[in-house]
């Protein structure tokens, strides 16, 4: 099975420092275009596509630099991302080919992997203020507004139903009844 990495929107410079670790790795980088984006990602991987066929342009462009990464051992995967790490090769929009991301339309992936970008660090930040509201509580500080929040929070990540803007509200809203009694 042949190694390959999936990029999309790869800035040149990104995409030649990407390169430098095809030789290490014995990888293939294929290159998505806009016009890849209603093709299934499974057939770009395995290059089932015809590039003479009409350019569909009904889909929207995605505005991210993504990269998926196909047929990679762990140990391969962890030694590739650390060689990334050394380099300064910092690619927020990435993934591991799966049966099922494979089966889906690029466009699709795209943006469901942008989403789950913009969704990750509000949701480390709620762990944050969930651990910090909890340490204050474990302090002596009685205050029935953080106790509040934390099981919001918890109730919160339990549904794991993420949506960016009521996340947002519920960090803000937490962040500063904990915030009264850090200054």
Not at 45 to 54: A, M, S, T, V
Not at 70 to 86: A, G, I, M, V
Not at 111 to 127: A, D, Q, T, V
């Amino acid at each position: 099975m042949t190694k390959k990495l999936l990029v999309y929107n790869m800035p040149e410079d990104v995409l030649r420092r990407i390169n430098k670790f095809s030789e290490k790795y014995k990888f293939k980088t294929l290159v998505a275009e806009d016009y890849h984006l209603h093709h299934n990602v499974g057939d770009l991987l395995e290059e089932k596509f015809d590039l003479q066929e009409e350019r569909i342009k009904d889909l929207e462009k995605i505005d991210i630099n993504f990269l998926m990464i196909h047929n990679f051992s762990d140990k391969e995967l962890d030694e590739l991302l650390k060689d990334f790490r050394e380099e300064a090769l910092n690619i927020p929009n990435k993934c591991i080919s799966t049966d099922t991301n494979k089966g889906w339309i690029l466009h699709d992936l795209l943006k469901e992997n942008k989403e789950e970008s913009e969704l990750m660090p509000i949701l480390h930040g709620l762990y944050s203020l969930k651990k910090v509201g909890n340490k204050l509580l474990e302090e002596g500080i009685e205050d029935k507004e953080i106790e509040d929040g934390i099981s919001e929070i918890n109730a919160y990540i339990e549904k794991k139903d993420f949506d960016k803007e009521p996340m947002k509200d519920l960090y803000n809203r937490v962040a500063k009844v904990i915030n009264k009694h850090l200054q």
